[in-house]
């Protein structure tokens, strides 16, 4: 039996999503060993999950502190003058010794109709727990949908990472036998950011504000990759890839 359409359900479905994407990233960008990752199932596909304690708890906290401190209790439209103060969560793949950015992955948001924050009761504490929240009953909107939408940019977020993992690998080998330098293989790094409005002021410590003009290099896009997009309406988003030189 399928759970009821609600926001807490949702947003639980969003999290799932958010820490998948990330881990798929972390796994065919080889930045952490491979031997730390299991197969696991999400969305009806395998996928790959880390599964080092500190690793999972990073990124699990790194998501639960954006839904709850952006998209949950994000200002309402009155203080912020739109639907939402939220832009995009950018992860970044860079060169630790050159600071050079070589990829940026982008889950970029739209308009949200309705503030979840007003829909929750305790917010994110309670959306794991037996507590009511707003039942969606929007035309279009429903389990199914939301797992077809999800799955399906899921999929093709994996198949653009396999892509590029096939293309780093042949890369990796005309280095070898050219016996070139492979700093730039053995030296990658991540980052991540949330790009909000200027009217978004969120006091807790664990978030710094950047201007990201200062933290750019001169590299320029040669790629640019279109995932795909979920509209489901209370929560629209699209996800693409740029790959820099």
């Known amino acids: 039996m399928a759970l009821p359409l609600t926001s807490a359900n949702l947003i639980k479905t969003l999290?799932?999503?958010?820490?998948?994407?990330?881990?798929?990233?972390?796994?065919?960008?080889?930045?952490?060993?491979?031997?730390?990752?299991d197969k696991f199932k999400s969305f009806n596909l395998v996928v790959m999950k880390n599964r080092n304690p500190q690793l999972n708890e990073f990124i699990d906290g790194l998501i639960n502190n954006f839904l709850n401190k952006v998209l949950v209790n994000r200002q309402d439209e009155e203080k912020s003058g739109g639907f939402t103060g939220l832009n995009l969560i950018l992860m970044v793949i860079y060169n630790i010794k050159s600071n050079q950015i070589k990829r940026k992955y982008?889950?970029?948001?739209?308009?949200?109709?309705?503030?979840?924050?007003d829909t929750l009761q305790g917010g994110m504490a309670n959306i794991h727990k037996n507590v009511e929240s707003a039942v969606i009953d929007l035309p279009g909107v429903s389990w199914d949908e939301v797992y077809v939408q999800f799955s399906g940019i899921l999929f093709q977020h994996i198949k653009e990472l396999k892509r590029m993992e096939t293309l780093d690998a042949r890369r990796l080998e005309v280095k070898m036998c050219e016996d070139i330098e492979r700093d730039e293989d053995n030296d990658r790094f991540f980052k991540i950011f949330v790009s909000l409005e200027k009217s978004v002021n969120l006091v807790d410590g664990s978030w710094v504000r950047l201007d990201l003009q200062e933290e750019s290099n001169p590299t320029t896009i040669s790629n640019f990759i279109s995932i795909g997009e979920v509209d489901l309406q209370v929560i629209n988003f699209d996800l693409h890839n740029e790959y820099l030189s």
């Not at 739209?110 to 924050?117: F, H, K």
């Open 15 to 37: 999290q799932e999503f958010l820490v998948v994407w990330v881990n798929q990233i972390l796994f065919y960008n080889r930045i952490y060993n491979s031997q730390i990752y």
């Open 106 to 117: 982008i889950v970029n948001f739209n308009d949200l109709i309705i503030n979840l924050g």
